[in-house]
């Protein structure tokens, strides 16, 4: 499951998923600061390390585990993908876009190729952890189905989960 280099997953707008490489790293850290400093921050109380975090992303990229992508639209980087296959379940750590492609549906083809992926491979749900004050993030996900199952308190991150014995 996502052992792919490069898949499209959409025609109209055309989006691909790519494997992230050791020269899209500088792209991902860029996406991941730009578009998510102000949520985190206020978040974890500006605690929150983005070079640990970036440091984290390229050794996932590295594992067998995790796979991480880059998601593209017209031959163009707009986001990245972070995924964990965990036994019964798919595992997003990140997908986050440029907010110029936001509110586009990119990020709804996204989800509903995961989902058919997921469902394909006899998967029970996908989980996903949403900064509480991301509203955007937390209403996006919940459209689709996805509901809250719990609070990390320490991280103020909800952790939500589409079951898919339920849609």
């Not at 997953?9 to 991941?32: C, G, H, K, T, Y």
């Not at 949520?39 to 984290?56: E, P």
Request: charged share 30%.
């Amino acid at each position: 499951m996502f052992d792919f280099l490069s898949r499209q997953i959409s025609s109209e707008p055309q989006i691909f998923l790519r494997r992230a490489q050791s020269d899209d790293f500088e792209f991902i850290n860029e996406v991941q600061y730009s578009e998510m400093k102000d949520v985190l921050k206020k978040a974890w109380k500006n605690k929150f390390s983005f070079k640990a975090w970036f440091y984290d992303v390229e050794e996932a990229a590295k594992g067998a585990f995790h796979k991480v992508f880059i998601v593209e639209v017209q031959k163009s980087s707009i986001g990245y993908l972070w995924l964990n296959r965990e036994p019964q379940n798919l595992w997003i750590t990140a997908i986050v876009l440029q907010t110029d492609w936001q509110r586009r549906g990119i990020g709804e083809k996204i989800m509903h190729y995961l989902i058919g992926e997921c469902r394909e491979e006899q998967l029970n749900a996908i989980e996903l952890g949403v900064q509480h004050n991301n509203e955007r993030a937390l209403n996006f996900y919940k459209k689709i189905g996805f509901k809250q199952y719990d609070h990390l308190k320490e991280a103020n991150t909800d952790l939500l989960r589409l079951d898919f014995k339920d849609i």
